[in-house]
């Protein structure tokens, strides 16, 4: 059985990558796992896919600058009335800057990356791979749950 890896070389990444979707609360709505050589925009449309069929209702969606580009707008028009606004940073940034709403994602894959198992690539097939990464925010849904 082959296993889909890719190196990214913008990112410097042998292996794969992970998309995901949250709330505005963080909570996961949709996850994409994939080969690294996979550009990030030509990822996102199966990503973006699948949630519209999940989750029709949604309308907004926030973005960083790697999917910014007409290719992504133009297959997300397919799926309905979506707003899209990419969150760039700024060129005259030094350093760490907090960018408006894509800290929410960051911190979602801070929460995951708490488990061990998602720190390192170690799956060898991309099903095993979404379904680590589900348990892992099934693991912080219950906790957060069994605190309140």
Known sequence: MAVPVGYDAGKKIKGRKRHIITDTSGHLVGLQVHAADIQDRDGAVDLLRSTKTLYPWLRHIFADGAYA???LKEALSKFGDWTFEIIKRSDVAKGFE???R????ERTFAWL???RRLAKDFEA???SAVAWVLIAHIRR???RIARA
């Open 113 to 115: 990356n708490r488990c």
């Open 102 to 105: 894509r800290w929410v994602v």
């Open 141 to 143: 849904l219950t906790r």
């Open 125 to 127: 097939a991309i099903t």
């Open 69 to 71: 580009g007409d290719k």
């Open 98 to 100: 907090v960018l408006p």
